[in-house]
């Protein structure tokens, strides 16, 4: 049994690809010695990823997820006899705090939707890159959330967007904005077939496909809106939502509502987004006049 066949068993598709890439990163670090790794093999490997990658917490910990699902397989298949890292578990905290003077306005954000850079050879993906960058600043979506959304999750007929329940994200339905509707309307009945064209062998019923017709993994998704956006104005997708998410309860929009919206099971994750008046101000300060923000600093010194 590969270790494909091992995790079909149990895991979605989706999480089966995050799963197998996690896999690989670990038997790559260690090309000839995956399968005998031990405890101290492993917390190198671990320390490797903290000191080279600047990872979040999260992720971090999904890669050691990973790493003990590989050996939960090779004990199954009598590759080994022991689990090297089974009580291995990691305390790095996650910084909660959502800094406001580093979010996008609103109008940034839509000059990001206009400025979606055309593809120089293939014009076929031109749609798809718009559609993308248009679920995260209007959905405010994740790129797992983008990576998993199927054709039948996207009703043109109403206007709306099925998001699939995550592991930490609630489903819910969200309204397209007019824009979008022709825009995915195209992609469905133009782009996309022609994408699938060049997967004839394995037919994938994921909305956003790869420039041959694949499903498109999460972390691709960075690399693909900011493929041809010069380094200064690289966007982040992370970023974008928590900027959406901020502006909305900054209208002094009801709190329960951004909840639905955004996909947060507890409230008390969207409260994390409100800005009190103080932040918002020095947010403005540190973007329009940095000169103001720098002298407060120089006083703070002499005081």
């Known amino acids: 049994m590969t270790i494909k066949e091992y995790l079909l068993q149990t895991y ?29 093999d492993i917390l190198q490997y671990l320390e490797y990823l903290r ?10 910990k999904h890669r050691l997820y990973a790493v003990k699902i590989y050996f939960n397989y090779l004990l199954e298949t009598g590759k080994r006899k022991d689990h090297p890292c089974s009580e291995l578990n990691l305390k790095d ?12 306005s609103e109008s940034t954000l839509e000059h990001f939707f206009e400025t979606t850079c055309r593809s120089k050879r293939k014009h076929r993906l031109d749609n798809r890159n718009k559609i993308i960058v248009s679920l995260l600043i209007y959905q405010a979506l994740t790129v797992t959330e983008i990576a998993e959304l199927t054709t039948a999750d ?6 709306e967007i099925f998001i699939r329940e995550q592991f930490h994200l609630q489903s819910r339905t969200l309204p397209m904005k007019a824009k979008q509707v022709l825009l995915f309307h195209k992609y469905l009945s133009q782009d996309r077939p022609i994408l699938l064209s060049y ?16 499903a498109i993994h999460p972390h691709e998704i960075s690399r693909i809106i900011n493929q041809d956006r010069p380094k200064a104005e690289r966007i982040q997708p992370l970023k974008i939502r928590q900027s959406v998410i901020a502006n ?30 103080l932040e918002t ?16 600093i120089e006083r703070k010194k002499f005081n």
């Not at 197998?20 to 000839?32: A, C, E, H, M, S």
């Not at 905290?93 to 996008?104: E, F, M, P």
């Open 12 to 40: 979605s598709k989706s999480t089966l690809n995050s799963n197998l890439y996690n896999i690989k990163l670990f038997t790559d670090y260690f090309p000839n010695k995956a399968e005998k790794a031990d405890y101290k």
């Open 51 to 60: 000191k080279n990658c600047n990872l979040h917490p999260k992720t971090l």
């Open 93 to 104: 905290k996650v910084n909660k705090q959502i800094k406001a003077d580093t979010l996008y």
């Open 154 to 159: 996207i009703n043109l007929e109403k206007g």
């Open 199 to 214: 997967n004839k062998a394995n037919p994938d019923n994921s909305f956003i496909l790869g420039q041959y017709g694949e």
């Open 248 to 277: 909305l309860l900054q209208k002094e929009n009801d709190t329960r509502i951004v909840q639905v919206f955004a996909g947060h099971k507890r409230v008390s994750t969207t409260e994390q987004y409100r800005q009190n008046e």
């Open 281 to 296: 101000l020095q947010a403005a300060v540190n973007q329009y006049h940095p000169l103001l923000n720098f002298f407060s």
